[in-house]
């Protein structure tokens, strides 16, 4: 049963991580540059690695600079949704979302 679980939730794992990694790629593909994206610790840590990163206590502490677009596995009130990603998940059985938001601000800024 152990091995069940193990294999069922490194596929959900896996399969969770290609889909943020394609919304981050959809972001790039726009033109946004990597300091405006918050993609979560993997992403931010990779392009932004800087022991010394100040931190404003506002936005999230994982090296974000701005969070004009933001991945995220929910919608946050008061951001807009820019698009929607969706993954198979097998434990629950259910398709599964990314979001990509956008801060309303910032959508305007890039017309």
């Known amino acids: 049963m152990i091995y069940f679980f193990s294999v069922v939730e490194t596929h959900d794992f896996f399969n969770f991580q290609k889909c943020r990694w394609k919304a981050i790629a ?3 593909n726009k033109g946004i540059p990597n300091n405006e994206i918050d993609g979560g ?3 931010n840590g990779w392009y932004k690695t800087n022991p010394l990163y100040p931190n404003d206590g506002i936005r999230s502490w994982w090296w974000v600079d701005k969070d004009n677009y933001i991945i ?3 919608e946050i009130t008061g951001i807009a949704t820019d698009t929607i990603f969706l993954y198979q ?3 629950p059985y259910q398709l599964d979302t990314v979001f990509s938001l956008a801060r309303k601000d910032s959508v305007e800024n890039r017309k």
């Open 26 to 28: 959809y972001l790039k």
């Open 41 to 43: 610790f993997e992403f």
């Open 72 to 74: 995220s596995e929910k």
């Open 89 to 91: 998940r097998y434990l």
